[in-house]
Each structure stands twice: as structure tokens, then as C-alpha cells.
């Protein structure tokens, strides 16, 4: 098979320090991949790097079998690759609708061909039909972010990828600080998104939610990828103690 995404030799250099050395990785259709490893272990610039927010130092990415270089996160967003950081870039006060569409917002012609305002009516429907492909019980698309759950609000920021049609997400963190009740909505939408058709690269320290959302596992640590494997029968322990070895060795 074709990798949906795939990466070869990636460094990223910050001056004299290297946060990513030499990274391979294959990402196929429809997987949940796990990228794990401690603080330092250099997840954060690999993911600035596929989503386009800094440029690779050195190495090649190829999306669909096809070489690219991101422009920018909006540039890698338009070509089918979103990421949802753990802040989630929500404007709170603005509602479901408005954020679902925040930077491709809807419009219709009032009269004459070049007097548009905002389709607001259509908005609210597509996001209707966002939130409900996720089993998300929630129908006024006015009501402000700020008034959700943090599982709900995981949910409008994964709309969000949906509406610009994105055949790969990045969500980093995405149960960081929430409760088990919301945790478990929030894994719940992760395998909508893969019933879907969706590829998920999961950043995580949570290895309980590793073991129950993922197909394969990458853990890295000092800047490089040391364990790629399907997760197969590992447990949170397992992997908890293959981060560790990790970490011993890249010290």
C-alpha cells in the first residue's frame, strides 16, 4: 500500500539544538497512530512540521504519493491535513455555527450578484450535520463555545477539520485536563472519525487511551523514533515501560 502520508529523513533544528533527528514515518489510510514519548522527546516540532507550521531542516514529505512543503497551517489545511492542538483555537464567545466556519464562512447574494452577507441559516445546518456524523447530541448551532463541555468543544473543533474535508488529523492532547465522563465522549469522537474513513495521529501521554484507540504505536525520544510497531497485545504498562527504556538509552 501507498502511505497516505509519509516522511523521510526529517530533522528539525532550532540553532545549535536538534529537536528531530532523522525521522522515517509512514502514515496509511484509516489508521489511528500513536505518537508517544516524555516531554523533550521532540513530538511537538515532527507535528509543527507536518502541519505546517515550521519547515523541516532537512528531509522530505510526500502526501498521497505526492512531495510537499506546507506553506503554512492554513496551507496544509486545504490540502487534507488539519491539526487540533490542545487549546483548540475556539473563539468562546462565538457560537457552534461561527467557529465550524471560522475562515470559510458561507455566503448568498442579497439581490444583486455582488451584495453577499453571510448564509448564516446554511452555516447552522452543515454544522448540525458535522456534529451529528460525531453522535454529538447537541442541535442549537447559535449557542456560544463558551457554554459547552470540553468533550463538545473537541467535537466543533473536529467539525472544523471536517468541513475543510480533512483526510488526515492531528489532535494533540485531546483529553488533557478532562474529566472521565469527557474523556470518554472525546475517545468516542476519535472512533467516529476512523468509522469514517478518517487517518488520526494521536498525540498522547495517556497511555490507557493509546491502548484503546490505536493501531500502531510511534514513540519517540531525544529527537528520534525508536519503537514503530501495531499495538497488538501491549498494555499502558508495556508502553509506559518502552518509553522509559527510551528514554534511558537516548541518555
Known amino acids: 500500500m501507498t502511505p497516505l502520508l509519509s516522511l523521510r529523513g526529517i530533522g528539525k533544528s532550532y540553532g545549535a539544538v536538534v529537536a528531530v533527528r532523522d525521522v522515517d514515518l509512514d502514515v496509511f489510510a484509516g489508521e489511528v497512530v500513536a505518537l508517544c514519548g516524555d516531554n523533550g522527546a521532540g513530538k511537538s516540532s515532527l507535528i509543527k512540521v507536518i502541519s505546517g ?28 491535513v488539519a491539526t487540533i492542538y490542545q487549546d483548540l483555537a475556539l473563539a468562546p464567545r462565538l457560537s457552534i455555527a461561527q467557529n465550524v466556519f471560522m475562515g470559510s464562512e458561507l455566503t448568498r447574494t442579497l439581490g444583486l450578484p455582488f451584495l453577499r452577507v453571510l448564509d448564516k441559516r446554511r452555516m447552522e445546518a452543515e454544522s448540525r450535520r458535522y456534529l451529528a456524523q460525531l453522535s454529538v447530541g447537541v442541535t442549537d448551532m447559535r449557542r456560544p463555545v463558551e457554554r459547552l463541555s ?26 488533557a485536563a478532562l474529566g472521565v465522563k469527557e474523556t470518554a465522549q472525546v475517545l468516542d ?63
Open 150 to 175: 470540553g468533550g463538545q468543544r473537541q467535537a466543533v473543533a473536529i467539525s472544523r477539520a471536517l468541513r475543510w474535508n480533512a483526510e488526515i488529523i492531528v489532535m494533540d492532547e485531546p483529553t
Open 53 to 80: 507550521a515550521e519547515d523541516a531542516s532537512s528531509g522530505t514529505m510526500h502526501l498521497r504519493g505526492v512531495k510537499v512543503v506546507f506553506a503554512s497551517p492554513h496551507d496544509a489545511l486545504a490540502q487534507g
Open 189 to 251: 469522537l476519535i472512533r467516529a472519525l476512523k468509522a469514517g474513513g478518517r487517518t488520526i495521529l494521536l498525540i498522547s501521554h495517556n497511555m490507557r487511551d493509546v491502548v484503546a484507540l490505536a493501531d500502531r504505536v510511534v514513540i519517540m525520544g531525544a529527537g528520534r523514533k525508536y519503537v514503530d510497531r501495531p499495538l497488538g497485545d501491549l498494555t499502558a504498562d508495556d508502553l509506559t515501560h518502552l518509553i522509559m527504556a527510551g528514554n534511558g538509552r537516548a541518555g
